[in-house]
């Protein structure tokens, strides 16, 4: 066995701000009956790597399992590497289900249809997000011949999974969270599309149109598009594609849905085709995937690799050869809720490692996000993470076995490595995990130098960006009033202490140009098999057409899906500039609404 080591020591006490043990208290720590936690983070952590570690086994001896052990608590305990909630939740407890990310298939059929909705809940209630397409259902007023009725269409069907997932409290942790996915040809689109017009309506989904190729050249070039019945394939409607597209950016404007998925873009690295096409994602669109597939995610703390002003390649390989060889393991140790489901994800074994704290990261190189030099050090840190996460999985394959279903897969000819798992790289918003972590959100920017985090059933996390302080204690313009001051200034360098080059180091998600958010996405893409989740922020008084430029703009760049926010353009969002003068905001606990990096991983 070849399992990579980090000489480094656990810390007896982990490094975790207040809010971290907060959360961590409401959410991931094993509770007595009166629901108080009878375990400490640290214990935690020792928990989920010794549960992991036991996959070993299978493949090595009893000191493999011990050497695995250390390990993976080494870089969990050092907030190194982290993965998602619902191994921290459920590993080495009675549900042992460690997958995030679930897609459902949902036939033009009605048990079919509340065989999803029963299967949707059971996933939900270990921990799990789910994702739908819905462009097989028959639009409504389709006359059905088996009973000489009108079909009901499937926003009638959503509103059913819609409050079967809010009577659903996942393994007591959180509100369970959707993705409803339907194509641009289907002949309910634009009802869709403006299907969370009122705040509170499907609101556990997130929604997105599923746009194909011939769709968005009809909308670039002004032609007719043809919408189609599910149900036999026959042309319904011939509208403009622009008047499907001004739609669909008018309500994402409006409220932040519907995003966008590039169907043709996704399956052109479907890595197991001949197993069907993908058609959906997770709820927050990092993770495509088959009907009845899972994933597990993970991410790495990039915050945590820069030393000396630059960063510690050394160490950041040693992690990613970790954390894929953990994220592997969890395939083995994971209960999953279906035998179909089990069946699929052992089949291709998919994983996906990401990256936080890559905003952090660029602060800490001196480098703004909105530069050149930004997208420069996206490129180039996870193209190592890829390379990384590629050989570690090759390396498995030779020691393992590669996943089972490698015949057929883009992966079965003679010049490719094999793989022992189908895809290896994502980027997850990281929501949660960021702030036990005590790092920015996935490869977000910061969101503000100072804001509330609206969680944990109505919870409001104050939080202060550590960087900042800490240079404007370093730098002397720190005083009790700064944050006031900042907060009464429409920038950052507009606040006479702050120096200028602080300022332009600590640009916020909204004074950063939508060109610069889409370019980082577009960035991280091209290393990633699976695909990224980025929220474009936008301001208060952002234009329709803004939207539309954002959407055409990561179709062009090479980009899976899109999601923007425009700030205030909800009641509830998930963060909040607290300083803000004159605001008052609630938030809706539970399902990820779109917003800043949400809860969901």
């Known amino acids: 066995m070849n399992i990579p080591i980090i000489h480094a020591e656990i810390p007896a006490r982990v490094d975790l701000s207040e809010n971290a043990r907060l959360v961590l208290a409401r959410r991931y720590l094993k509770k007595d009956d009166r629901g108080e936690p009878i375990e400490a983070p640290e214990d935690m952590f ?14 090595g001896t009893a000191g493999d399992v011990h050497a695995a052990e250390e390990q993976f608590n080494g870089i969990m305990s050092r907030l190194e590497f982290l993965p998602n909630s619902p191994t921290l939740m459920n590993a080495g407890r009675r549900l042992q289900q460690l997958a995030a990310c679930f897609v ?79 194509r641009c040809d289907h002949p309910d689109v634009e009802r869709f599309a403006r299907a969370k017009t009122e705040e509170g309506q499907l609101e556990n989904f997130n929604i997105s149109i599923a746009c194909t190729r011939p769709f968005m050249e009809a909308v670039r070039d002004g032609r007719q598009f043809d919408l189609l019945n599910p149900h036999g394939g026959r042309v319904m409607a011939r509208v403009p594609a622009r008047q499907i597209w001004e739609t669909m950016t008018l309500q ?6 519907p995003g966008a998925i590039f169907l043709d873009r996704i399956n052109a690295d479907n890595p197991t085709p001949r197993l069907g096409p993908i058609e959906c994602t997770n709820p927050c669109g990092e993770q495509p995937l088959l009907p009845y597939e899972a994933c597990n995610l993970g991410s790495v703390n990039l915050n945590k690799v820069v030393r000396g002003g ?28 279906l035998p179909q489901i089990n069946d699929i994800v052992h ?71 094999a793989y022992r798992n189908a895809c290896r790289t994502t980027v997850a918003p990281t929501g949660t995990l960021s702030i036990l972590a005590g790092c920015s959100s996935g ?29 404007a204690r370093q730098r002397g313009f720190w005083t009790p009033h700064l944050l006031d001051d900042i907060a009464a200034a429409p920038s950052l360098a507009q606040v006479k202490a702050v120096p200028p080059d602080v300022a332009r180091l600590f640009v916020t998600a909204h004074e950063i140009e939508a060109k610069w ?42 980009c899976k ?27 809706a606990p539970g399902a990820c609404n779109r917003g800043e990096a949400c809860a969901r991983t």
């Not at 994402?252 to 849905?257: E, F, I, L, N, P």
């Not at 926010?565 to 909800?570: A, P």
């Open 104 to 182: 459902l298939p949902v036939p033009d059929d009605i048990e079919a249809i509340f065989d999803a909705i029963k299967y949707a809940a059971i996933i939900h209630k270990s921990g799990g997000g789910t994702g739908f397409s819905f462009s097989r259902i028959r639009p409504a007023g389709d006359l059905v011949e088996s009973s000489s009725g009108r079909a009901s269409g499937p926003i009638s069907f959503m509103k059913v999974f819609n409050y079967a997932t809010g009577a659903i409290s996942q393994g007591g942790f959180r509100r369970g969270a959707n993705m409803g996915v339907l």
């Open 252 to 257: 994402a404007h409006g409220t932040g849905d």
């Open 310 to 337: 630059g960063i510690d390649w050394d160490h950041l390989r040693l992690i990613v050869r970790l954390a894929v060889r953990f994220l592997d393991d969890c395939i083995q140790q994971s209960r999953y809720p």
């Open 561 to 587: 899906g899109i999601t923007v926010f425009r700030d205030r353009s909800r009641t509830h969002q998930v963060l909040v500039r607290s300083l803000e003068p004159g605001r008052e905001v609630e938030s």
């Open 347 to 417: 089949g291709n074994r998919k994983i996906g490692l990401g990256v936080m704290g890559f905003a952090d990261m660029l602060i800490r190189l001196g480098v703004p996000y909105d530069s050149r030099k930004a997208l420069d050090a996206a490129d180039e840190v996870m193209g190592f993470v890829r390379a990384e996460a590629d050989a570690a999985s090759a390396d498995l394959a030779t020691e393992r076995g590669p996943f089972p279903n490698l015949v057929g897969s883009i992966y079965d000819r003679p010049e490719s490595p």
């Open 46 to 59: 020792r928990r989920v790597a010794a549960n992991i570690a036991q996959a070993e086994l299978q493949w």
């Open 517 to 558: 958010h889409v370019q980082v996405q577009a960035a991280f893409q091209k290393h990633v098999d699976n695909a990224v989740s980025k929220t474009v922020n936008l301001p208060f008084d952002a234009a329709v057409e803004d939207v539309s430029e954002v959407y055409q703009m990561a179709c062009q760049t090479g």
């Open 443 to 471: 490869i977000e920017p910061i969101f503000a130098l100072a804001l509330e985090r609206h969680v944990l059933d109505g919870a409001r996390l104050f939080e202060v960006n550590p960087l900042f302080e800490e240079v």
